[in-house]
């Protein structure tokens, strides 16, 4: 006679805690593994339900599930969303005091907890792992474990003692997760963290709420506060810079336009920080501007677009960033300004990195990969998800890119590129003397500027040849020229040479085809938005809204985020349903146990009140 299916009781757990009706993908398969004592490698996109590959493990198995993650910053609002679900959690790290801690010890010691984050610097001070051996271990979750490869794009030298936990607690089942990961990097966190007997689930990448685009950069804080006025007004989202002093320009701008927007970045005091990410996650709305520095595990839903002003140096660091938006799988919009400057500066901060030839060499491979995806005349998604070793979403494209909604065309650059090539090697012949992009274009053009005329350019043989094209294009040639190794540059100034690919293009041996940029004004309207939203019938927004400000309340008197509360699509689900009673209301996803007890009864007063009004 065969036992109870163990899926069985994680599908109850799931159901009662979460009020989820049912898993997604290979989320049972994963936490069937880590429930039953195996290791695991969980490759998972933002969004896709990794926590609960760990939580729910923790939750059925004996003793306490210990949580190693970067995210200090984080702690108390992951912990404050387990314990609006019931869930007995808490944090050790820097932020505590020494009574808060012992706090935090006593309940480890005494079994009261289910689940425990910890930095991983913390397992290296004197009495943790101590204080771990006093209690049982349910499970390791080692979260954003990417941070463990050494040429992945957000290393962190703390997670390569990491491998100690195996080696302590032999018994006890590790699962370590990250949103993304090329075969090279999860080669690595195998290696590192020794997990070569583990189960690797590999989950799709692709985000299909996700609307990608990038555009040629041409005025981009006009551009952007287009797509914030034009496309989500009123929404929160995250735009990316990469200096902080752009981060602080651009949320002055964005504030001045009256856009609510924060700057964070790594320069700016602590207390500062801390109350922007605050009003970023409490409060609807708020536009949050930064560096890289922000964002990893941040678990807001519903973060409606993210912009970049600045061109990421690898496509994991991008898929990450953007991955931000939409978690909570409504219509979002991943955005891009990118220009020649972007890839000059990117080039001239791999020339004068520290570190070997091989290092350079991989910051030049990560830099490649992202400049043919923005440079690509096929679906972006189709590319993302091969850069992954994934299979395409197929001949016809995803249908929610700006590829696929206007596709770019693809022309000969071949005689362009001879005629730039030629310019550049006519000026190279000057001595003690370089140029960068706008002096060979001001030639190409023919234009009679008086520097060309003072340096005696007018008379090049090149002078002129070029005005079949405007500036805009010739930018557009140089960037991609850039892009394909077919130009370099050659020093901090970001003057251009000749790349290690310009002599077979200048004897004709090597042809050059290129993007042709698109105006944003001769796009169709359809290919200058991501999807529309899922909205609600006009009776039911109006419900909606009413609930979004109750939950704000709510959040407020908490001092938690607003989505601890409730997530938009459980709202949504309110208002579109309008339960009548405790049972109709818990068959909406994302209302649990707990959170019915807790809320149900205000919830149904505001359902009937918008009945009656209505």
């Not at 929404?235 to 949320?251: K, N």
């Not at 290919?527 to 109750?550: S, T």
Request: charged share 25%; with cysteine; hydrophobic share 40%.
């Amino acid at each position: 006679m065969t036992g109870p299916d163990p899926r069985e009781q994680f599908l109850e757990v799931l159901q009662r805690v979460w009020g989820y009706p049912a898993f997604r993908g290979e989320q049972a398969e994963i936490i069937s593994t880590v429930a039953g004592g195996g290791d695991a490698l969980v490759l998972m996109p933002t969004g896709g339900g990794k926590s609960l590959c760990y939580q729910v493990p923790a939750l059925v198995r004996e003793g306490t599930g210990v949580v190693v993650s970067p995210l200090i910053a984080l702690m108390q609002d992951q912990v404050d969303a387990l314990a609006a679900l019931g869930v007995r959690a808490a944090f050790l790290n820097s932020t505590q005091d020494a009574e808060e801690r012992r706090a935090v010890e006593r309940a480890v010691r005494a079994g009261e907890l289910d689940l425990l984050y910890l930095a991983p610097e913390r397992l290296a001070v004197p009495g943790t792992a101590e204080l771990l051996d006093s209690a049982p271990i349910a499970l390791f979750a080692i979260d954003e474990a990417h941070c463990v490869a050494q040429w992945g794009h957000d290393f962190r030298p703390d997670y390569l003692g990491l491998s100690m936990l195996h080696e302590r607690w032999p018994e006890v089942p590790r699962i370590a997760l990250t949103a993304t990961a090329t075969a090279a990097t999860r080669a690595e966190i195998v290696e590192r963290l020794g997990l070569q007997d583990a189960r690797q689930f590999v989950a799709s990448f692709d985000r299909p709420n996700i609307a990608y685009r990038i555009e040629p950069k041409d005025q981009p804080l006009h551009q952007l506060l287009r797509l914030i006025r034009e496309e989500h007004p009123g929404d929160a989202g995250i735009v990316y810079c990469l200096s902080r002093s752009s981060v602080e320009r651009t949320a002055e701008a964005l504030a001045a336009a009256g856009v609510d927007a924060l700057p964070y970045h790594a320069g700016l005091d602590q207390a500062t920080r801390r109350r922007n990410q605050a009003r970023f996650l409490r409060e609807d709305g708020v536009v949050i501007v930064a560096t890289i520095a922000f964002g990893m595990g941040i678990d807001k839903p519903d973060v409606r677009f993210v912009a970049h002003l600045d061109l990421p140096k690898s496509v994991e660091g991008y898929y990450q960033e953007t991955g931000r938006a939409g978690r909570d799988g409504l219509p979002a919009t991943a955005w891009m300004a990118y220009g020649l400057a972007d890839v000059v500066q990117q080039r001239r901060l791999i020339e004068q990195s520290e570190g070997t030839a091989a290092h350079r060499r991989n910051l030049t491979a990560h830099l490649d990969a992202m400049l043919a995806l923005c440079e690509t005349v096929e679906c972006r998604r189709s590319r993302l998800l091969r850069y992954f070793g994934q299979s395409s979403v197929g001949e016809q494209g995803c249908g929610n890119c700006d590829t696929c909604l206007s596709p770019p065309e693809a022309w000969d650059g071949t005689v362009a590129a001879q005629k730039l090539l030629s310019t550049i090697v006519r000026l190279d012949r000057e001595r003690d003397q370089r140029y960068g992009a706008g002096q060979h274009i001001d030639v190409l053009l023919g234009r009679e500027t008086e520097r060309v005329q003072r340096l005696g350019h007018d008379a090049l043989a090149t002078f002129g040849i070029g005005a079949e094209l405007s500036e805009l294009e010739w930018r557009g040639v140089v960037r991609q020229l850039l892009a394909q190794g077919v130009l370099a540059v050659r020093d901090e100034h970001g003057t251009l040479r000749l790349g290690d690919e310009a002599p077979a293009v200048l004897r004709g041996e090597r042809p050059v085809m290129l993007r042709k940029d698109v105006a944003r004004s001769a796009r169709s309207r359809s290919a200058g938005r991501a999807r529309p939203p899922a909205d609600l019938a006009p009776q039911d927004a109006g419900l909606f809204e009413a609930l979004r400000a109750w939950r704000a309340g709510v959040a407020r008197e908490q001092n938690v985020p607003a989505y601890v509360v409730f997530a938009d699509a459980t709202l949504r689900g309110i208002a579109a349903t309008r339960p009548a009673t405790p049972d109709e209301l818990a068959q909406i996803s994302g209302i649990g146990a707990k959170k019915l007890e807790t809320y149900g009864d205000a919830v149904l007063e505001l359902v009937a009140a918008s009945v009656t009004h209505s």
